[in-house]
């Protein structure tokens, strides 16, 4: 019995004593963890901070090979078949909140070997075509220039939520290249903001929209504002000695210039009425005011057979507003699970059209030498005779519908195959397009692509071939507003002796991208 009860009184201790460690160590762990935790905290705080001091950068770098060839109307062939090109992008972006963020591209297009591209030469006739438009505000990154880095985009995003509702504004160097529809072509995955049948140009602006895809799935509104050339003066635009007063003098800086053009604004909006992730409807509208060309202000012939012989001055002038609207339909994956080639196989199918408005300033009133018949027939065939607003000072209404599908491969990239047609009055703001022999989407004729984007290394590198085919029904495809746009069919410019335009383009390209 002794034994019994002292090795009762033994366990009974040991017990005791082993649920007190217990109960000690299960203390310290959870000081343990409360110290764990706090200090997760602090290095959450810290991640954070450090996180939303800093602009975060990314890197998109293409070097690209071009093939290029143009056909002329009456047979003559242009070629380049090895351009070479560097394009550089650096993205960057800046999240202080949830609602706000900062976000910003810096850029720079560049042929291998030239740190000033060729123009056409200073023309006796016409000077300031021999300049080119290359630095032209609404194409400065896209066209090849020198190795300096541009601001491609640059602006703020607020997103405010209200309830269920959420809402957006922004203001700056909006992304208005690369849009909707256009960036598949492109192989980026995210469109930019407008739809690419229609803008596809830098612009500074502001946009404010609201989503309702609470009551309708990728129900969205946006109201956009842009600006593509801004009347007013440098500074210190007239600092000059003055004889009638003798005291030196100058204007005031940045007021507007009296016989200048005019400020070029745009306004508009996007509807989208709908988009689930498969089936998307999207709209726009626009109205783009005092809008530029190059104008024929004075016109002499002298009385010989050669148009080259007589003397021509051009300006660049506002020659009234242009409207644009587009309406684009798209699928992502065809049919549900029918296989799934059809799965990852992207259709779209877009409709747009252009209207132009010229002003009663757009009526030609310098005076026209046309004395000589040679001369006059030129005028005419140059659709220069009574407006300046693509050749003509009537509203005039142009369209165009564009095709596309975008599919895998065998080898686990994608393939794509896209074709548009433009009528003779068609003109959308596509400056921009990223293409070395044209804008395809502003062909007045017909437009066929083929493409073959391969991944090499996962999210990092890659490769395309593309094949773009331009055959042109009318001239001024890639021309301002003025009579750079006017349409002259392909018929009777073959008729004409003192026109030759490019009736075919081609472009083969090949790249590599690295994006990280």
């Known amino acids: 019995m002794k034994k019994i009860i002292a090795l009762s009184a033994a366990a009974f201790l040991s017990t005791a004593l082993y649920a007190d460690a217990n109960a000690d160590l299960q203390s310290q762990i959870d000081k343990l963890n409360k110290k764990l935790t706090k200090l997760q905290k602090k290095v959450g705080r810290v991640n954070a901070q450090a996180a939303n001091d800093n602009v975060k950068f990314d890197v998109d770098f293409r070097t690209a090979y071009d093939n290029l060839e143009y056909k002329t109307a009456g047979g003559t062939t242009y070629k380049n078949d090895g351009l070479y090109s560097n394009r550089l992008w650096l993205n960057m972006g ?12 810096l850029a ?11 123009t056409s030469g200073a023309m006796t006739n016409y000077p300031q075509r021999g300049t080119g438009f290359d630095t032209f505000d609404w194409v400065s990154s896209e066209t090849l220039n020198d190795d300096k880095l541009r601001v491609r985009e640059a602006y703020w995003l607020w997103m405010p939520k209200v309830g269920d509702l959420s809402f957006t504004a922004s203001i700056g160097r909006r992304p208005s290249t690369n849009g909707y529809l256009a960036n598949l072509r492109d192989d980026d995955p995210k469109a930019k903001s407008p739809l690419g049948h229609v803008i596809n140009m830098e612009f500074d602006g502001a946009s404010a929209g609201i989503n309702l895809d609470t009551y309708v799935p990728g129900m969205m509104f946006k109201i956009c504002l842009g600006r593509g050339l801004t009347n007013a003066k440098a500074w210190s635009n007239e600092a000059d000695y003055t004889l009638f007063n003798g005291m030196g003098g100058t204007s005031p800086n940045y007021v507007e210039a009296d016989g200048g053009m005019d400020t070029v604004d745009m306004y508009g909006f996007i509807f989208v009425p709908y988009d689930n992730g498969q089936y998307a409807v999207k709209t726009t509208w626009y109205r783009g005011l005092n809008v530029p060309g190059m104008i ?3 016109y002499q012939t002298q009385n010989t057979p050669s148009m080259a012989d ?8 506002n020659t009234g507003d242009m409207d644009g609207m587009a309406v684009s339909f798209k699928v992502d994956g065809i049919g549900d699970g029918i296989s799934d080639f059809l799965d990852e196989t992207t259709f779209f199918a877009s409709y747009a059209m252009s209207k ?3 002003t009663d300033s757009a009526i030609r009133t310098a005076a026209v030498d046309t004395d000589n018949v040679g001369g006059a027939a030129a005028l005419q065939m140059m659709g220069v005779a009574s407006g300046n607003m693509l050749g003509s000072d009537k509203s005039e209404t142009g369209s165009s519908y564009w095709l596309g599908v975008n599919m895998p491969n065998m080898t686990g990239g994608r393939f794509g195959l896209e074709y548009n047609h433009g009528d003779e009055y068609w003109r959308p703001f596509t400056y921009g397009e990223d293409t070395m022999a044209g804008s395809k989407l502003a062909t007045r004729g017909d437009a066929i692509e083929l493409y073959w984007t391969q991944p090499l290394i996962e999210k990092a ?11 042109y029904d009318y001239t001024g495809s890639n021309g301002f507003f003025g009579d750079g746009g006017t349409p002259i069919s392909m018929a009777d410019a073959k008729a004409s002796p003192y026109m030759d335009p490019v009736e075919e383009a081609q472009d083969i390209r090949v790249y590599f991208r690295y994006r990280y």
């Open 94 to 105: 800046y999240a202080p909140t949830d609602e706000l963020v900062f976000k910003g591209q």
């Open 108 to 118: 720079y297009h560049k042929a291998f070997g030239n740190a000033s591209m060729q």
């Open 296 to 298: 024929l202000t004075n």
């Open 310 to 317: 007589d003397v021509q001055t051009w300006a660049m002038e």
């Open 356 to 358: 132009s408005h010229p």
């Open 461 to 471: 590198f890659s490769m395309q071939v593309r094949y773009t085919q331009m055959t």
